[in-house]
């Protein structure tokens, strides 16, 4: 700002200096040229006067030494143009004037007159002629020096006068630029308005007051938005990275370090690679990709944990800039895909065997290869496989229905008198291996869905006699534990290993398969017990031993 009003005054001086100078050489010169004129006039009309009174001898007698005839030039011609008389040279010598304009004029309208400047500019000559009463012309030529002329010479007092005038520019500008900008300088941009500055700026100093609140009021909203996004960012669980068109980390969350085992780095420049969090081959083909402008998917184990990348291109006027890249755990996804895959497997065995069994038996009886008296036997078989498959695809049922949330309106159901009905249901059964089946505690309350509720203590019970010892005892207990309501189911049977405890509610997952062939069962029972305590919120507890028994507890 100051070099340019420094450079702008100085223009401005300099400037005004030569049209200053320009036009009063201009004027002097047209002023100087109005004088001559007026004075050769005169002196033509003084000249005419004295020769039509004394004649020649007029001019002889100005042609004396001293008299001051050299300064103009008079010349007289005749009225063919020939020069009778010049005061600077000799008229025989002199050429015909009759082609000079000044001459023509004269002869014809009585009065003529012309410029002429000299081949160099440096000097200009006004010739003034005037026709006598005898037809012959007198012309007085006065020679000055031209405005150019005038204009050159004057140069070095111009330069001289221009550097003097600079520097006091320079001086004033400097001066006056410090005045005038000190003010602005000095301006509190925090409080524009409390500093009294000049009127002009008013409206500037308005206008920065809004943009202060106004850009106050964007700090604060952006601040907002950064803080929750970042407690966003921190509160997920799928790992989140973003980088710029160089793969260097812009911004990621405590979950992406988590999950790729990756330490948090701080570089001195300031940013680092975002293939310092993993160097693998998917995860690198995943960044590459997504930075030339594709959009792609991989997967990636780690720590035997399966996880999903997403890499998403960010672009500008379709010019890729950077990606952002989503890692989610999928590994509970992998093990549902796992079991649904094995769950068809196993489904498709357990219906293939009873199937197998009643087209086999079906067959003989067709080709009327059963005796009559084995006739009973047959069919009594394909009933119990038909009765098999229904009890498999009724619980298959009843899982899809818990897993859709769909087992039927919940309301209050006394669990205390929902185990009693089934101790009464499989008192015949339990009798039937020596089994002696017992319930204790009291009326317990639990808002549910009855019928699931039901299938829940009628599995427990049903594989606690059914794995039991002969002679062996099963305790069902219903009471409320540090306030809330609980189901107990002890045995005395077999029991089970700690490393398949958590396996046991898995689907068609059997302990013993050996005995499980003989005592039946569709292998979902406990796996209904699990759906259905998740359905209800509630958790099971498992304590056994091999050979000492199983005690197995849902606390709702």
Not at 338 to 356: D, G, I, M, W, Y
Not at 373 to 387: L, P
Not at 413 to 418: F, H, S
Request: net charge negative.
């Amino acid at each position: 700002m100051k070099s340019k009003i420094y450079g702008n005054m100085c223009l401005l001086s300099l400037f005004s200096m030569i049209v200053a100078t320009l036009l009063t050489t201009w004027f002097f010169c047209r002023d100087l040229q109005k004088q001559m004129k007026v004075t050769v006039a005169a002196e033509v009309r003084y000249i005419e006067a004295a020769i039509e009174a004394a004649g020649r001898e007029y001019l002889n007698h100005l042609y004396s030494p001293g008299d001051g005839n050299r300064i103009d030039r008079i010349t007289w011609v005749d009225a063919e143009g020939n020069v009778l008389y010049d005061s600077f040279a000799d008229s025989e010598e002199l050429q015909n004037h009759g082609s000079r304009p000044e001459i023509i004029a004269a002869l014809k309208y009585g009065v003529g007159d012309s410029v002429r400047i000299s081949d160099t500019l440096a000097e200009q000559t006004y010739y003034y002629a005037a026709r006598l009463s005898d037809g012959t012309v007198i012309r007085v030529a006065s020679t000055m020096r031209s405005g150019l002329a005038t204009l050159v010479d004057t140069m070095p007092w111009m330069i001289i006068m221009a550097v003097a005038i600079f520097i006091v520019t320079m001086l004033v500008a400097v001066r006056q630029t410090e005045k005038i900008v000190a003010p602005i300088n000095n301006l509190n941009l925090e409080e524009p308005q409390a500093e009294k500055i000049y009127d002009e700026l008013s409206p500037l100093i308005r206008r920065l007051e809004k943009q202060r609140r106004t850009i106050r009021r964007q700090i604060h909203m952006l601040r907002e938005k950064q803080e929750e996004f970042t407690a966003i960012m921190e509160n997920m669980k799928e790992g989140f990275i973003v980088v710029d068109h160089m793969a260097d980390v812009i911004s990621y969350n405590s979950s992406a370090l988590q999950i790729m085992g990756a330490q948090e780095e701080d570089p001195a420049d300031g940013s680092y690679n975002v293939l310092s969090f993993n160097r693998s081959h998917t995860f690198r083909q995943a960044v590459e990709k997504a930075l030339r402008g594709e959009r792609n998917e991989h997967y990636l184990e780690l720590d035997g944990r399966y996880y999903q990348i997403i890499a998403n291109p960010v672009t500008e006027s379709l010019t890729p800039r950077g990606a952002v890249i989503v890692i989610l755990d999928v590994t509970e996804q992998r093990k549902l895909e796992e079991l649904r895959r094995e769950f068809s497997a196993n489904v498709s065995h357990e219906l293939k065997t009873p199937l197998t069994s009643i087209s086999g038996y079906a067959e003989i009886m067709k080709d009327g290869l059963v005796p009559p008296e084995d006739m009973k036997r047959f069919a009594d078989n394909i009933y119990q496989e038909a009765q098999r498959m229904i009890a498999l695809i009724g619980d298959i049922i009843k899982i899809s229905q818990m897993d859709e949330d769909q087992a039927g309106d919940q309301e209050f159901v006394d669990l205390y008198q929902k185990a009693s009905e089934v101790v009464e249901r499989l008192k015949e059964p339990a009798e039937k291996g020596g089994i002696a089946v017992t319930l204790s505690g009291g009326p317990v309350e639990v808002w549910g869905a009855e019928p699931v509720l039901e299938e829940m203590i009628y599995n427990l019970c049903d594989n606690a006699i059914k794995y039991n010892i002969p002679g062996g005892k099963v305790m069902v207990t219903v009471n409320r534990e540090h306030g809330h309501p609980a189901l107990t189911v002890t045995d005395t049977g077999i029991g089970i290993a700690k490393g398949e405890q958590e396996r046991i509610f898995e689907r068609f997952y059997r302990v013993d398969k050996s005995h499980s062939r003989k005592i039946g069962g569709t292998g979902l029972g406990l796996s209904i017990v699990k759906h259905g305590a998740a359905y209800h919120k509630a958790r099971i507890e498992i304590n056994s031993n091999p050979g000492k028994g199983t005690q197995i507890r849902i606390i709702f």
